[in-house]
């Protein structure tokens, strides 16, 4: 097993199981992420143990085979051990550095728009996996991780043990301490997993790819609405909202002639009415698919209808447009 894979509750759960203190569980949080730890020798335990740990755990990180950077973003490309490709994001910050994970190998929810979409799902990332991008970036670039986006590469609750497991370890205070305000976790509407998410004893922040005011637009953008259409999930996103008293954001890509004109604001406005969602568009990244972004002036008046009609809306900054920052994309152009 990969040791960056053990949430806390799992690691204590572990020493129990082996017949020693789960305190020790704390001590090796505080030194693998806090010191750097990767040899169990350092913690001072005894020999059984260090013996034990060593045959149970290793240190493994994925390995960096592509990094790209500039101004105001990064991004790598990472080999796991299978020989599988993932991406992650660093997107600097006013309020510090953000990265953006991904949750699997490929994605089987098909959005037209989207680079992942045009690569199909290989498999699910483990808790490891999902970390050790967060610390392969911190590394790469000597930066401290002050927030995390869950929404890369694949849909995040069709893996949900995994994610669940990287969102407790990412904000353990003896973990990389990132406060539970700042993790989102993004969903295209998976709706029973959205109200089981809800249930976690320590979920973060939840962000719903909408794109679209109606059933008929949405479907054509985004395959999975003909499975849960956007009633079943906005009555699932008032669940978690009302269940963990957050604010659920709504993600709004702006495509050019397709959902963003003053009529798609009045009817998304309509759809959130009085619910505590706040909608956040979303330049368009352009991959290899037909659609190109809005423009700025068309993103403006679409943000002013919304908040003319009293919904809480920002816009989005564009990330790392020159080094390929959409989701699939370094990947993509490594399996060409």
Avoid: W
Avoid at 56 to 76: G, N, Y
Avoid at 252 to 257: A, E, H, P, V
Avoid at 268 to 273: D, M, Q, S, V
Avoid at 275 to 289: A, E, G, K, Q
Wanted: proline share 4%; charged share 25%; with cysteine.
């Amino acid at each position: 097993m990969n040791i960056y894979g053990m949430s806390p509750r799992k690691l204590r759960d572990y020493f129990n199981y082996i017949g020693e203190n789960s305190a020790k569980a704390a001590i090796i949080y505080d030194g693998i992420y806090r010191r750097g730890v990767i040899d169990f020798a350092e913690f001072g335990f005894a020999e059984r143990i260090i013996e034990r740990l060593r045959a149970d755990f290793d240190f493994a990180l994925p390995k960096i085979v592509e990094k790209r950077e500039c101004e105001d973003a990064a991004k790598l490309l990472l080999e796991l051990s299978d020989g599988e490709f993932v991406e992650t994001v660093l997107m600097r910050q006013a309020f510090g550095n953000c990265i953006c994970v991904s949750t699997q190998v490929g994605c089987n929810m098909g959005c037209k728009f989207c680079q992942s979409g045009m690569l199909k799902k290989r498999r699910d990332l483990t808790a490891a996996e999902i970390t050790g991008q967060a610390l392969a970036i911190a590394k790469a670039f000597n930066c401290k991780i002050d927030g995390v986006s869950v929404m890369g590469i694949g849909e995040p609750l069709d893996n949900l043990e995994a994610v669940a497991d990287f969102c407790e370890l990412v904000t353990e205070d003896k973990g990389l301490a990132v406060g539970r305000r700042h993790v989102t976790v993004s969903t295209c509407g998976l709706a029973p997993k959205i109200r089981e998410f809800a249930e976690l004893p320590r979920p973060c922040n939840l962000a719903i790819s909408l794109h679209a005011p109606d059933d008929g637009l949405r479907s054509a953008l985004m395959p999975i609405n003909k499975a849960y259409p956007i009633a079943d999930v906005m009555s699932a996103a008032e669940y978690f909202s009302e269940k963990t008293h957050r604010r659920v954001t709504l993600e709004y890509i702006m495509l050019d002639g397709v959902n963003d004109t003053p009529d798609h604001a009045r009817r998304l406005a309509e759809l959130i009415g009085k619910r505590d969602f706040y909608v956040n568009l979303i330049p368009y990244n352009s991959t290899d698919s037909s659609y190109k972004k809005s423009s700025p002036e068309t993103v403006s008046a679409f943000c002013g209808v919304l908040k003319d009609n009293g919904v809480i809306a920002t816009k989005r900054r564009e990330f790392g447009a020159d080094l390929n920052a959409a989701c699939g994309q370094l990947r993509a152009d490594r399996l060409r």
